[in-house]
């Protein structure tokens, strides 16, 4: 296939509402899966507590390679920890939709080790990625053409990979300003309560303490195991399945049957789901965004069918080492579609509306 010079563009709608449909037809006893998750609020709140406590453990601790070393083994994977709560938390998986003030509040104290403000933001923009996957206008998680010129050899891939953090934060403020910047009252009040916890970290622990906070933040998002999730859950990495395609009069297939052939979304299925809340079941979570991360792998075992065969990872480490070294591989290996604003003009405005008042 050789290196990519565009996106991989498809004009249908995001398949997991359609797959959704059909799985629920065949086991309607999924619906039975849909349920908050009691465990979530107290990993969550006992996470927050390690890192509080370490965070005094390492007062006097000012070497940067201890720091860093720490940072990186422990602090950046309670952290991606954190913010996978996060994610399972805006997903209303702690308390259900009926308490929307304590979802946002849990959300909020679960973004302090953190260290910079994100709670408040993420779930407008999250729902929106899910409703409206791989559009070329509203969905902010595919790289920018901007990315996609720039960072596309193995150097500058693999600065990307450490960068990805900033292009993560910064995309949505050039594909969406309208919508970003225009804070919510929950958005705004997650800013101050943030910040006011970074100045009393830095007053009463040292400023050193609060770099570390989110410089743990930024490994674990960048050339960290941890951060390979963000890489296996959309990328099309070449694997056995596609190398498969590739191999076989791929050059007979037309190009919109080829597009068919790939997925866009890709599910993970190795031991560091522990630690983030089975985000590796990434598949199953587009298919069933109201079932929590804890029951995904009931998803699987029940509709063996829809899952098994589709390619996969066990490997996160190997993720971004094929993203990295694999010429085939870049910002560009993503599934987009035309954004069709005539068709979605109303629909997509309603949505939006539906998700800003959830934040007043």
Known sequence: MGAKSDFEWVYTDEPHATRR???????????????????????TIATVAIQL??????????????????????????????QLAIHEIVHNHAFGPSRPLATKILAIIANLPIGVPAAGSFKKLHLIHHRYQGDDVLDADIPSKFEAVLFNTTF??????????????????????????????????????????????????GWHIVAYM????????????????????????PNECIDMF??????????????????????????????????????????????PGSLLPRVREIAPEFYNSLPSYRSWVYVIWKYITDDRVGPYSRVKRPHRFAKHDQKT????????????
Not at 58 to 79: E, P
Not at 349 to 360: G, T, Y
Request: hydrophobic fraction near 45%.
């Open 21 to 43: 449909t059909l799985i629920l037809a065949k086991y309607p006893q999924i619906k039975q899966l849909m349920i908050p998750d009691p465990n979530l609020k107290w990993s």
């Open 214 to 237: 989110i410089g743990s933040t930024l490994l674990c998002m960048g050339v960290h195991p941890m951060g390979g999730h963000h890489l296996s859950e959309h990328f099309i990495i």
């Open 156 to 205: 500058t891939k693999f600065l990307w990979v450490v960068l990805h953090p900033f292009f993560y934060v910064l995309r949505p403020l050039f594909s969406q300003p309208k919508f970003v910047l225009n804070p919510s009252p929950v958005e705004l009040a997650n800013i101050a309560i943030q910040f006011t916890f970074d100045y009393l970290v830095g007053q009463w622990l």
């Open 246 to 291: 590739e191999n076989n009069n791929i050059n007979q297939l037309q190009r919109d049957d080829y597009s068919k052939l790939i997925p866009e979304t890709y599910s993970y299925y190795g031991p560091l789901n522990a630690l983030v809340y089975n985000v590796g079941y990434h598949v199953e979570h587009h298919d069933f965004p109201s079932i």
């Open 349 to 360: 405005v309603d949505f939006i509306n539906e998700i800003k008042s959830e934040f007043k």
């Open 53 to 82: 406590v370490s965070f005094y453990m390492l007062r006097d601790v000012t070497s940067f390679w201890q720091l860093f070393l720490i940072g990186f083994c422990f602090g950046g994977v309670l952290n991606i920890s954190l």
